[in-house]
């Protein structure tokens, strides 16, 4: 009761705050993350926005690095900041980054965009990073390579967008006793897919989204997985919206499994409100159905400028072996034993909280959610995993992570903010407090109880992220980004819980303008040489600087 009394008075009071804080009266539009709000001009009838003919660059800013793989938030946050420094309007399609770390770290980036007639045009994008030179221990460099393309052919009725997607990464995974393994660990993911949008909104018309894509993702001489994916938006408004969303997964590893989820909803809105009531009903292998609420409402106060939120939901999904490698790849790669991953089932997902707009260059959100969630995937050690090369007739004993499946709570509170200082300077941050309760169940089988850490592995208690960006003139631009994880838990390779260190990654950058298109940039990676672990024994970069240009075309 402390812990849900708090909450309600960090809610209300920031809710105060940022009531009086409200000094203009121009309409502001607050936009979440998990549930887009609608503007007002289009609060009488939802009309789903049509994406733009457009293959998209990204600007890039500094990152917080890791060892090649990416640790986001736990929880997203759900405020209407989307932080993005946009200082002047660049209608150039073409952006090549290129550049080089002092650990021999080549960095490469192109993004090409063309229209090859009035009806279609074509997207391109290949990236490149890597490092070659060893960092806390024996052959630990990594390479990372993608390659996308995307083509869209306009009709009369609307777009078909086909694309195609291929990554291959490489690890080289540690060995028991300091003995070198020269050999890598390569992945490999292919994704082709296409998406039909039709043209118009769904006021007194069927809007439709039709998709599909294949994705396979394998290790060489390891495991194989094949997925199949659908999806369907269906919604017509006239006065209100009435809409469907349809979803097909079916996932084959050494066995199959698949789901289809239909979650039909209707959504009122209004000058001061929005209220979307729906039920998701999803189908599973073995005949299981599983039934979830899908209820949200905000209420915008304040001309608009404060908005009141709650949503209530679940669902379930397929465990996949794409998602397991794509967090953690240094997993196992016999998963005979599993079978099947299963399904992660979210049976209680409450989202609330508060949104505001303050003195028209702050946009500011204070949340909280809880969910109940069953079958969740944890990582601990695999004390017997051993691999044998082609080229190489040693028996390995690898250090790799096992899955383990349980059952678990977790309330989560969420803050973030977006400040535009001045003009020429934006400031963003982010944060997350994480509790979780791990579900236990007694030798007898007849007694189940929640408890705290550390058993929830690799799972911080807080995550926080800092970032800006400053103009100083016509030539200087200016980045900086951090962050931090909090305490977190891993299991040694003696099998005991260990505290691992807080992650801190700081990154600065700074770009100089040569010529209208053509800039050159440094940026310092993990300025204060923190080697902090992401997973046990696996130690992220170190300090590093890159020096490279930027050309748009």
């Known amino acids: 009761m402390k812990y849900k009394s708090l909450i309600l008075i960090l809610l209300f009071a920031f809710a105060g705050v940022l009531a009086n804080a409200q000094s203009h009266n121009e309409q502001v539009t607050v936009e979440g993350t998990y549930r887009p709000q609608i503007k007002r001009s289009e609060r009488l009838q939802k009309t789903p926005e049509t994406l733009e003919n457009k293959f998209n660059i990204p600007d890039y800013k500094a990152e917080a690095k890791d060892f090649s793989y990416g640790y986001d938030m736990e929880v997203e946050t759900m405020s209407a900041m989307t932080y993005k420094a946009d200082y002047v309007a660049d209608d150039k399609e073409n952006f090549l980054k290129a550049g080089i770390g002092t650990r021999l770290s080549p960095l490469f980036l192109f993004r090409h965009y063309s229209e090859l007639s ?28 993608d390659f996308n393309v995307m083509a869209i052919n306009k009709f009369r009725d609307g777009e078909l967008r086909a694309f195609a997607d291929y990554k291959y990464d490489l690890y080289h995974l540690r060995a028991y006793g300091d003995v070198e393994n020269p050999n ?42 094949h997925q199949l994916n659908a999806k369907a938006h269906l919604a017509y408004s006239d006065g209100y919206t009435v809409a469907t969303d349809i979803e097909m997964n079916y996932n084959n590893n050494y066995q199959s499994q698949l789901l289809v989820a239909l979650n039909p909803y209707i959504n009122f809105s209004g000058d001061f409100f929005n209220i979307r009531a729906g039920l998701r009903v999803d189908f599973k292998t073995g005949g299981n159905v599983g039934l979830y609420p899908d209820v949200n409402g905000s209420l915008f106060i304040m001309d608009n400028k404060l908005e009141f939120y709650a949503k209530f939901g679940g669902r379930s999904k397929i465990n996949t072996f794409a998602e397991i490698i794509s967090e953690n790849p240094f997993v196992t790669t016999n998963f005979e034993n599993f079978s099947e991953f299963g399904y992660e089932k979210t049976g209680f997902d409450f989202q609330g909280g508060v949104k505001a707009k303050m003195a028209n260059n702050i946009d500011a959100h204070l949340g909280v959610r809880y969910r109940n969630i069953r079958n969740g995937v944890f990582y601990i050690p695999d004390y017997d995993f051993y691999a044998v090369y082609d080229e190489d007739a040693t028996t390995y004993h690898l250090q790799a992570f096992d899955l383990l499946f349980n059952d678990y709570n977790v309330v989560n509170i969420l803050a973030d903010v977006h400040w535009k200082a001045m003009e020429r300077l934006d400031i963003a941050a982010e944060l997350s407090i994480n509790k979780y309760s791990m579900k236990y169940n007694s030798p007898e089988g007849n007694t189940i109880a929640y408890y705290d850490n550390p058993e929830a592995w690799y799972k911080p208690n807080f995550t926080m992220t800092l970032r800006g960006d400053y103009r100083y003139d016509e030539t200087w631009k200016f980045n900086a980004s951090m962050m931090v994880l909090g305490k977190r838990w891993a299991k040694n390779l003696d099998g005991e819980a260990e505290q691992l260190k807080p992650a801190l990654d700081v990154q600065l950058g700074a770009d100089y303008q040569i010529q209208e298109d053509l800039a050159a940039f440094v940026e310092i990676h993990n300025l204060f040489h923190n080697k902090y672990q992401l997973y046990y024994n696996y130690p992220s970069l170190g300090f590093e600087i890159f020096a490279g240009i930027k050309y748009r075309f």
Request: charged letters at 15%; aromatic letters at 12%; glycine letters at 12%.
């Open 184 to 225: 890598g660990r390569n992945i490999h993911s292919l994704n082709l897919g296409a998406k039909w949008i039709t043209n118009g909104s769904s006021y007194r018309d069927l809007y439709t989204e039709v998709g599909g894509d294949y994705r396979a993702t394998w290790i060489a001489g390891g495991t194989t997985e």
């Open 118 to 145: 009035r009806t279609m045009s074509l997207g391109v994008g290949v990236s490149h990073y890597s490092s070659w030179l060893n960092q806390d221990y024996k052959k630990s460099s990594f390479m990372n390579n």
